[in-house]
């Protein structure tokens, strides 16, 4: 993976931590994180609201700098990126979910998939090709050409899933992917997740709801910015259990 890594390795983070504000009103979001992932592993990280498990998502998918770390991401060093490098990382080596879709509403379903490809680089052709075999992956083949209006929140998101592996990335940073959603929505996005996997993309997922949590390989429970527990599960689909979907 890098000089000082293991290639088993996708993640590697020392020492992260994450501060806003200074003297008095000094926080600090992340405080010292050591935190190691291997390559294909599902990872839920868990903790109450305000705890800093989003704010660690953002710093290892390199949409904020840390105040300090050493963070090797698909084997790049982000923490010593430039601001082009970061969003090459981002558009390259990372995949991003959020809770609110963050769909851009005038464009199509197909369209939402193409824009990271054609940011990218690709082809018109070639983002349009890709995009519509995620669509069909997804289940949303014959929803390609509606408005994110026209669509469920389960549909919606699973957009925003096919839009995240349109460059194919190596890992998917999912922040509450099933929060706004049903029951049944959530397992279709799970079950999406579960594919991702068998794909050998990593996922890590941040979560407040347990159900979702059991599907993963392992959790990680944080408290006030640090790591409070760590089980190992692996339960997969098996995790679904109880869903009724």
């Known amino acids: ?37 291997a390559a294909g592993e599902a990872l839920a990280i868990m903790g109450p609201s305000g705890c800093g498990k989003s704010t660690l998502l953002h710093l290892l998918g390199g949409l904020d700098r840390p105040t300090a770390s050493e963070l090797w991401v698909a084997g790049r ?14 558009c390259h080596e990372v995949g991003f979910v959020f809770q609110a879709f963050h769909l851009m509403d005038e464009l199509t379903a197909q369209e939402n998939v193409e824009l990271p490809a054609l940011l990218a680089g690709r082809s018109p052709r070639g983002a349009r090709r890709r995009a519509r075999a995620l669509l069909e992956q997804v289940g949303l083949g014959e929803r390609a050409d509606h408005l994110p209006s026209a669509l469920s929140g389960g549909q919606r998101q699973r957009v925003a899933i096919a839009r995240a ?41 941040v979560t407040h709801d347990e159900r979702v949590a059991a599907t993963a390989d392992r959790t990680i429970s944080m408290r006030d910015g640090a790591f409070a527990g760590e089980a190992r599960l692996g339960a997969g689909l098996a995790g679904l259990a109880g869903w009724g979907g």
């Open 165 to 205: 592996l349109a460059n194919e990335p190596q890992i998917v940073l999912a922040d509450e992917p099933t929060g706004n959603l049903d029951s049944a929505a959530t397992v279709e996005v799970l079950r999406l997740f579960s594919d991702l996997r068998t794909a050998g993309i990593t996922l890590i997922v």
């Open 1 to 37: 993976m890098n000089e000082n890594g293991s290639d088993a390795l996708i993640v590697q983070a020392r020492g992260v931590r994450k501060e806003y504000g200074s003297g008095g009103g000094l926080v600090r979001a992340v405080d010292d994180v050591d935190l190691d992932v």
């Open 77 to 90: 060093r982000i923490d010593r990126l430039s601001e082009r490098g970061l969003a090459q990382f981002r």
